[in-house]
């Protein structure tokens, strides 16, 4: 059972080809939990599996968290997915679309496979589209209190649902404390993701990220583009800027209609076989 590792800016994915694995139609919870898993399996932030049939896009792919939930949607996931698809000679340089359950998304492989830019979609701020518990509302600068601390956040959905507090100061300890509950709020019907967002100047903003079903992440191509539409919907940013997180930057392009291109690297780490011995561990 062969495995494809990848990593955009320290955020890893496991690519499974569906031709290596006859007999599955997508792996169950437990082999995700088990295959994501640190100490007990090849261990990743998720599971890229496809390229599956579409009959909207050239290319399928799902998108498993380590918890073994499915996302709609990962900016990272689609980048690295990209550059799979580019490394087995499937693409070239022309480009390319991708269906996931959170849309259609067209794709561009560079620089010898050295940087991708995805089209993400158009970001909405409306409550029922993320989706955002009460009424249909844009959700911005609102409050909520989280633990012992009040915060204001605004929320985004990009095919998938983020929550974005604008802080003087932000750290990977605020991300891990609050993170949890945030994800869970009851705010939030689907769960949701959550980013941590300074300010720096017009071209650029830090994030700190609790990534949901995965926990804290290095890096999020998703979380930066929502992040970004974020503070540019608030006018504290240009339409084009740089997202800084502790794995490394991601170049955001931001349309007037909100539409988001995401240009950032993908490298790739290991190719290998997954025993079968692997699925007799519980995790």
């Known amino acids: 059972m062969r495995f494809y590792k990848y990593h955009a800016l320290g955020n890893d994915y496991i690519v499974l080809n569906p031709a290596d694995f006859p007999g599955w139609s997508a792996p169950n919870r437990e082999q995700i939990r088990v295959i994501c898993h640190r100490n007990f399996g090849a261990g990743s932030d998720g599971i890229l ?8 896009a050239q290319f399928g792919l799902r998108i498993f968290n380590p918890d073994g939930s499915e996302a709609e949607k990962s900016g990272n996931g689609l980048r690295i997915f990209s550059r799979f698809l580019y490394d087995q000679q499937l693409v070239g340089e022309a480009p390319f679309t991708i269906e996931v359950p959170g849309g259609v998304v067209a794709s561009h492989v ?5 940087r991708i830019m995805v089209e993400m979609g158009r970001v909405t701020f409306q409550s029922d589209q993320i989706p955002v518990a009460g009424a249909v509302r844009p959700v911005l600068n609102e409050k909520f209190t989280i633990h012992d601390r009040e915060f204001i956040f605004s929320a985004a959905g990009i095919g998938n649902p983020h929550c974005v507090m604008i802080l003087p100061e932000i750290s990977a300890s605020l991300a891990t404390t609050y993170g949890p509950a945030i994800e869970i709020h009851a705010n939030f019907p689907n769960k949701i993701n959550v980013q941590f967002l300074k300010v720096i100047d017009r071209k650029n903003v830090q994030i700190e990220i ?12 998703s979380s930066s583009s929502a992040s970004a539409a974020v503070a540019h919907k608030l006018g504290l940013v240009d339409a084009q800027l740089t997202v800084h997180m502790p794995g490394g930057q991601i170049a955001i392009e931001i349309a007037p209609d909100f539409s988001i291109k995401m240009s950032g690297p993908v490298t790739r780490v290991a190719e290998g076989v997954m025993h079968a011995e692997l699925f007799t561990t519980k995790v």
């Open 110 to 114: 560079g620089a010898a496979g050295q």
């Open 49 to 56: 599996w496809g390229p599956l049939p579409s009959k909207k």
């Open 210 to 221: 609790w990534e949901r079903g995965a926990g804290y992440t290095l890096a999020s191509g």
